[in-house]
C-alpha cells in the first residue's frame, strides 16, 4: 500500500512498488487521462508532473513519486499556468487526433511555468522529447507563444 | 486510397472483410448490428437523433483519428438542419448498410473520401430531416409548410407559433421522407467552408477524450499477448508455469496469434507475458531479410508488367531521342506507428459480444465478430472510440479479433493493449516498391517519350481481392502516371508479394508513385539543362487545374529569388483523391545532416468543408511525410522486424519540423479529399531540394547523403 498525492488529493493505491506510475494513474486510479506511447521514455504521451517538474510517467517506478506531488492533466487546469495552455490550445484547435496532447499540455505548462516567454530555442528544447505522430508542432508551438503573451 | 469505379458493392461485400493475417470472412451487413448508443430519442434518419428536451445527436459514420471528420461531417448535417453546430453531440455510427462509404464500397474511413462522399448525401439527409421537423409543425398547426420557418433548432409558423425540433421529433420521425429536395445555394452555407473551431478540441485538452486505450467494462480484466517474432509465425509450444505465478494473472490461453496473459492490471499482464517460456515456428517467413526481399524485388522487376497506360509509341520515342534519361528508385518498408499502441475492449458472452475499441472498418468488424463469436448480428454491438491516430492501419483489425478471441476464452470482459514493441514489430507494412523509369528527350530538352515500370505489393489482394484483376491493383497504380504533356507514354506494374504483410498506409500508392514521378521529371529537366519549374510549367497546358497550383506555389515561395548561402529548393506536383497540389521545399545540408527550414504548398481542393481542419491536414502531412522521407525504414532479419521503438523508428519532433505556409486556391470545384496527398508530395519536393543543394541525386529512401 503506498500513499499518492495526486492532483492535490492524497490517494492510497494498493500496487507493486516497482509498477510504472503510468499503470498506477490508469489501471489502479482510473485516471486515463495520461497516455501510453512507448514504453521507454521516448515519446513523451506519459507525461505528467513531479513536484512541478515534468516526467516520463511510463519509466518512474511508484516508489519513486510517493510522498511528492503528482499533477496529471485531469489537475493541471488549477494552476493559472496549466488554465492559460488550455485556453490556448483552445483557441488554436491544437488537437488532432489529440492522443499526445495530454503529454505535450504537460511539458508546455512545466516550460511556461520555468520560463513564461519562451524563445522558439526554448521551445524545441523543451517539447522535443514530446512526439506528435499527427505533427501539430507548429499549433504546439503558437499556443505556447500565445499562452506566454497571457492566452 | 482512392476511388473505386463502378463499385460492385455487394460482391465486395460478400467477399471481404479485413482479417489478419488476410483470412476472409463473408459479411453480411442488413443494418441490424445493434447500436450501442440505442437512445430513446427519436431518429429522424440514420444520421439524426433529437430528444425531447431538444438535444440533438448527428451521427458521423467515419471514424475520427485526427482528420476531423467528427467536425466535418456533422458540420454539412447540421448546415441544412438548421441547428447551432456548437450545441450538437456527435456520435460514431455503428455498423449498418447505411453507413456504407459509397466510394470504398464498404463501411471504412480511408481514401481521403470522407468529405467527397459525405458532401451531397449529408446535406441531403439534413434537408430532409429539416423539412420533416417542419412538415409535422405545420401539420400539428394546421397550416402550409410553406408557412413555416426552421432556424436554430426550432420551427415557427404564422401568428407567433413556435416548436422546437424536440417537440417535434417524434411527430417528425413518422413522416415520409422527402424526395423532393433543394439545398442551400453556397452564399448561404453559416458553417460550411469558415474556419469554424473542432468540436472534439474540449475533451482533447483536458484528459476526458475516451480512445480504445481508455475503455472501461465491468469487471474487465486486462491482457498482453506474445506474438510471433517472425511475421506469420505460430506458436509450436509454451510454458506458462511461471507466468502463471506472478501477481495479479488470471488466465493465460493460447489464440491463434500467440499466447496471451490475462490480469487484473495491465502492468502485471505484461511482466507476466514478458516471463513466458515460448517456442515458436517461424514458418516460411523464417529467413527472410531485407536482402533476399530486395533481391526477389529487383527479380521480379526484371518481368514484364500489366500495363495501365500506353499512349504513342514510348518504345520508338526512345529511339529517336536526342538524349535519354534512366533512374531507378526504390522505397522500403515503413511502419504506421500511431502514438496509441494497438488495443482492443471485448466483453464476449454466450449470448452478445459488446465490442469496443479503435477502428477505421467498422463493417469489417461487424462480419468478424460473428464470425469468431459465431453470434447473431443483432447480439453484437460494436462501438468506435476516438483513434490515438489511424493512417490505415487501424482498417486491419488483427488486435480486435486477438480480444474477441480472448475474451471468449476467459468469459470476462478483457482490454487487450499491445506494447510499442508489439506495435512495431506486427505492423501492416507499406510495401517496398521499385520503379524504373525511363525518359526522351528531343533537341530542346522537350520529353518525347516516358516509361514507367513499378514493382510492388499489393495491399488489396490480401485484404480485398476482388479489386484486383489483370494483375492490377487500383490501390497500387494510383498516380502512376504523370500529368505532363509527353506524347508516348507507357506505364506497367508488377504485383510481388516479399512474404511481408502490407497494408494501406497514409496515401498509398500516391507516395511511392510520387515520389518516382516527381524525382524523374526533375531529372528530365536537369538533363535538358532546364529549370524544374519552368520544365514542368511548359508541359501542362492542358492541365490548368495543376498549371495553377503549381503557378502559385512557386510565386509564394519566391522561385528564382536569391537564398541566404547553403540553401536550395525544390519543387514538386501532383494530383490525388481529387486534389491539385504543389510544394516548395527550402532546405540545407551540414555534415551530411538535410534540414528543411520551409515548405510552402498550394492547394486546389475544391470546395472545403472548414478550412481549419484543411490547414491542420496541410501541417500534419508535412510532418508525417518527412518523417518517411528522412528516418522512415522498416528492416528484417531472420524474418523478425529489427525496429522496434521509437530510438530506431524515428518520427520527427519539434525542432525539426520546417515552417509550414498554406495558400488555398478559393475554388468552386467538387471537394477532393485532404488527409492524405501532402504526405506523398512532400518527398520528392525534399528530394529535390536536396540535389538543388548538393549535386546529389537521392534515389532511395530514406534519404542518406553519407
Known sequence: MASLNVNGKTLDVNADSNTPLLWVLRDTLGMTGTKFGCG??????????????????????LSAAAGKKITTIEGIGSSDVGKKVQAAWASLDVPQCGYCQSGQIMAATALLTEKPKPTDADIDNAMAGNICRCGTYPRIRAAIHKAAKGA | MSQLKNPTRRTFLKSSAAVGGGLIIGVALPGAFRDANAATDSKINAWIRIGSD?????????????????????TLVAEELEVDLRRIKVEIAPPGEVYINEMLGGQITGGSTSVTEAWEKLRVAGAQARMMLVSAA??????????????????????????????????????PVPKDVKLKEPKEWRYIGKPLKRLDTPSKINGTAEFGIDVKMPGMLYAALAQCPVLGGKVASYDASKAKGMPGVKHVVQITDGVAVVADSWWQAKQARDALDIKWDGGPNAALSSESIAAALKAAAAKPGAVIKKQGDADAGMKGAAKTVEASYELPFLSHSPLEPMNFTADVRKDSALLVGPIQFQEGAAGMAASITGLKPAQITVRTTFLGGGFGRRIDLDFMAQAIEISKAVGAPVKLLWTREDDVTHDFYRPTSVHQMSGALDAGGKPTALKLHLTSSSVTSRLFPPFVKDGIDPFMTEAAVVPYDIPNQFADVVIHETGVRVGYWRSVSHAL????????????????????????????????????????????????????KGRARGIGLMEGYGTYMAQVAEVSVQGGQIRVHRVVVAVDLGRMVNPN???????SNIVFGLTALLYGEITLKDGRVQ????????????????????????????????????????????????????GKRLRKLPLRLA
Open chain 2, 138 to 175: 405545420a401539420q400539428k398547426w394546421g397550416v402550409d409548410a410553406s408557412a413555416c420557418r426552421a432556424q436554430n433548432a426550432t420551427v415557427t409558423g404564422p401568428g407567433g407559433k413556435k416548436a422546437t425540433y424536440g417537440q417535434l421529433a417524434e411527430a417528425a420521425s413518422k413522416l
Open chain 2, 513 to 564: 508513385n510520387i515520389f518516382a514521378n516527381e524525382s524523374f521529371i526533375d531529372e528530365m529537366a536537369v538533363a535538358a539543362g532546364k529549370d524544374p519549374y519552368e520544365y514542368r510549367l511548359a508541359l501542362l497546358d492542358k492541365q490548368p487545374r495543376f498549371k495553377n497550383v503549381l503557378q502559385l506555389a512557386a510565386a509564394k515561395a519566391g522561385w528564382g529569388k536569391p537564398l541566404p
Open chain 1, 40 to 61: 521507454a521514455a521516448l515519446c513523451g504521451a506519459c507525461t505528467v508532473h513531479l513536484d512541478g517538474k515534468p516526467i516520463r510517467s511510463c519509466s518512474t517506478p
Open chain 2, 613 to 619: 481542419i484543411v490547414e491542420q491536414q496541410i501541417d
Open chain 2, 54 to 74: 431538444n438535444k440533438i445527436t448527428i451521427l458521423s459514420a467515419r471514424s475520427e483519428m485526427g482528420q476531423g471528420v467528427y467536425t466535418a461531417m456533422p
Open chain 2, 643 to 694: 525496429q522496434t521503438n521509437f530510438h530506431d523508428y524515428k518520427l520527427l519532433r519539434m525542432p525539426e519540423t520546417p515552417k509550414i505556409e498554406l495558400h488555398i486556391v478559393q475554388s468552386t470545384e467538387k471537394p477532393g479529399g485532404i488527409g492524405e496527398p501532402a504526405t506523398a508530395l512532400i518527398g520528392p519536393t525534399v528530394a529535390n531540394a536536396v540535389f538543388a543543394a548538393t
